[in-house]
Every structure is written in C-alpha cells, then in structure tokens.
C-alpha cells in the first residue's frame, strides 16, 4: 500500500526565512510519481511539481526547490526567502500510473510579516 | 482557457437527504477523479472515471456513486447523508491517456457541502 507522510503539522517562520517541508513516501511501485500541491485558504489545490521515480534530479523553480531522494524515500520541498503569500497548506502526493492520488495530511506553513 | 469548474461552490444539506455535485473537466481532458477533504485532512480518492469508465474507487460506501457524461463533464451523488460527510470535495482532471504514464491532476476549487 502507498502511504505518504508528512510530519511537519505546522511550521511558523518570518518573512525573508528559508523554510524546508518533509515528505517521505512507501510504496512497492517500481515506477511512481511524486507531487507537491499548495492549498490557500481559499480550497483550490495548486500543482506546483510533479515528479517521476525515474528522474532523480533536483529541481529549481524560483524560490522553491526539490530534493528527491529514492534512498531515504523523501521529496522534501523548501522556499528560500518566504513570502507571506507562501502561507498555505502544502501537500505531498503519490501516484502510480493510476493517477489515484495518495496525499499526507499536509503541513501548514505561516510566514509572518 | 477555463479550469476545472465546479457547482455549487458550497451547500448545506440536511442528514439522511441526497446531494447532486458536479464537474466540468479542463477542455481536452477524459479524465476526472473526485476526492474528499474533510477539515484538517489531506484529500481521499473516492472515485476515478476516464472515458466514461469507472476506473477506480476509493474505500467509501454504496451511498456514494459517479458517472461521466459524453462531454467528459462528471457527477458526484451522495445519498443518505450522514454529519461525517461534511468535508469539501475537490473534482480534479488530468490529460492521461493511456495506462502507461501519470500527468497529474489539475483540481477545482470544490464544493463544500455541511451536513447538518
């Protein structure tokens, strides 16, 4: 069974703090994929990334980072140089070729002016 | 191009009553799934549709069903309502075509139904 953990409930940072989100994922799946979403307080889940199990690769995409580690099972996710409007939900998420999403119970980030 | 559109956005239904909830997917896409996010949580898989086919379900009772119309456009029905069913339930579309590759979901904005 797919179970993704995400043990950060709540982080709180200040402005201009870089910040760094855990996820470590289970799976038996040879090929799999990984997903960040960010949720506002409005509901809407935000894609940010996708990855495969493939494609170890770290990725850069402005302030946000990934680091995919298949040795360790983690995909963690930082913000360098938060923002306030970086506050939200963020969710880690699992896949096989399904597309039937396994998320963790997210982590709630605050970044105070 | 218009996303993932769901209606209503937010309804108040009374236990033991029925509720229609509806989807219409990002043009191009066949695929929908609908998850339940009940506060606190991170969403659950209910149900899955591409082509029309139910593709799979998620670990929910009988009182909850799907279909997928021809336009790709979905419904999500609950029947007999019960107060654990309160939650917001999120319609996501996906581009997938085959059964060889995942291209992740694009999700709506949900509907949050209370059930009081």
């Known amino acids: 069974a797919q179970k993704v953990t995400q043990a950060q409930t709540e982080i709180s940072v200040v402005e201009k703090e870089d910040v760094t989100l855990d996820c470590v994922y289970e799976?038996?799946?040879?090929?799999?994929?990984l997903f960040w979403y960010k949720q506002p307080p409005s509901g809407e889940l935000v894609f940010l990334i996708r990855r495969n199990s493939f494609d170890e690769q770290n990725e850069i995409s402005g302030r946000y980072s990934w680091n995919f580690q298949k040795s360790t099972s983690s995909f963690n996710f930082t913000i360098t140089a938060s923002q306030v409007v970086d506050s939200a939900v963020y969710f880690c998420a699992l896949s096989d070729w399904s597309e039937k999403l396994v998320f963790g119970k997210g982590t709630k980030l605050t970044v105070n002016p | 191009d218009a996303g993932v559109t769901q209606s209503p956005t937010h309804l108040i239904k009374t236990r033991g009553q029925q509720v229609t909830l509806r989807c219409s997917p990002i043009?191009?896409?066949?695929?929908v799934s609908w998850y339940q996010q009940v506060l606190g949580q991170g969403p659950q898989f209910i149900f899955q549709?591409?082509?029309?086919?139910?593709?799979g379900r998620g670990n929910f009772p009988d009182r909850f069903s799907a279909r997928q119309f021809p336009n790709y456009s979905s419904e999500l029905n609950v029947n007999a309502l019960l107060l654990g069913d309160s939650a917001l339930y999120l319609c996501?579309?996906?581009?997938?075509?085959?059964?060889?590759?995942?291209?992740?979901?694009?999700f709506g904005s949900g509907t949050r139904l209370t059930v009081v």
């Open positions: 043009s191009g896409h066949k695929s």
């Open positions: 996501a579309s996906s581009l997938q075509r085959d059964r060889r590759t995942s291209y992740g979901y694009t």
């Open positions: 549709y591409y082509e029309k086919e139910e593709r």
């Open positions: 799976t038996r799946d040879t090929t799999y994929y």
